[in-house]
């Protein structure tokens, strides 16, 4: 059998730092290209009949990492890890909020606990999308509805020290929840438990479920190791 050589996703890339990460016993991840002063970009694949009404948690997740937990659950399921995102933000000098506690979650059902009110902190993080049917980046707000109208406000939070104890996954998250990287600063955990509002993927934005984009987390104004 001869073998068939294929051209790497991003060869056009010149200068590219590609950053990976073992992780035992499951499914390699992929590759995470670093772009100086403020840019990463990696793979996902669209997931957006799951995400609009999927068995749990619907509207929640943006952008998990394929292997996690929630995986099932995402707008988009990243070729990469939670974990190779962070660690490639901060290469780029970002540093997280890291101002949610798992109280957050834990306690959203609890009125008398202020966690679940917390707004994720950190530098703010355009979320941008490469469709195979356009040249140009779009945000990840406009491919999504959003019946309260406040939109999305991205932030680094990190949360790295919560990956071991979820194992979600989650890289970004459409609201302020300690398992995101990149959390929504719009809209707290609270919000989502009273049901404020819940996205949806938007009618015709996104191609069919299965086809593979590019995401693009671009830093503004990172700051400097």
Not at 34 to 59: C, L, Q, Y
Not at 114 to 132: F, H, I, K, R, S
Not at 155 to 161: I, P, Q, S, V, Y
């Amino acid at each position: 059998m001869h073998s068939v050589s294929r051209k790497p996703f991003f060869a056009t890339f010149v200068g590219a730092i590609l950053v990976s990460a073992a992780c035992g016993g499951q499914e390699a991840p992929g590759r995470v290209i670093v772009r100086r002063p403020n840019e990463i970009e990696f793979t996902a694949t669209v997931n957006a009949k799951a995400f609009d009404s999927g068995w749990m948690m619907p509207g929640y997740h943006a952008l998990v990492w394929k292997g996690g937990r929630m995986a099932h659950a995402a707008l988009l399921q990243a070729d990469v890890t939670d974990r190779q995102v962070v660690e490639a933000l901060e290469g780029l000098g970002a540093r997280p909020g890291n101002n949610l506690p798992m109280e957050a979650w834990e306690e959203r059902k609890n009125p008398k606990d202020p966690a679940p009110d917390t707004a994720v902190a950190g530098p703010n993080v355009e979320v941008l999308l490469g469709l195979p049917s356009r040249t140009d980046l779009i945000p990840l707000a406009s491919a999504l509805e959003d019946r309260q109208g406040r939109g999305l406000e991205m932030r680094f939070g990190g949360n790295a020290a919560n990956i071991p104890k979820w194992k979600s996954g989650c890289i970004v998250c459409l609201y302020s929840c300690p398992g995101s990287k990149v959390g929504n600063a719009r809209y707290t955990v609270r919000d989502y438990e009273k049901g404020v509002t819940r996205f949806r993927a938007k009618p015709g934005v996104l191609p069919p479920d299965g086809t593979r984009i590019r995401v693009v987390l671009r830093v503004n104004a990172p700051q400097k190791a």
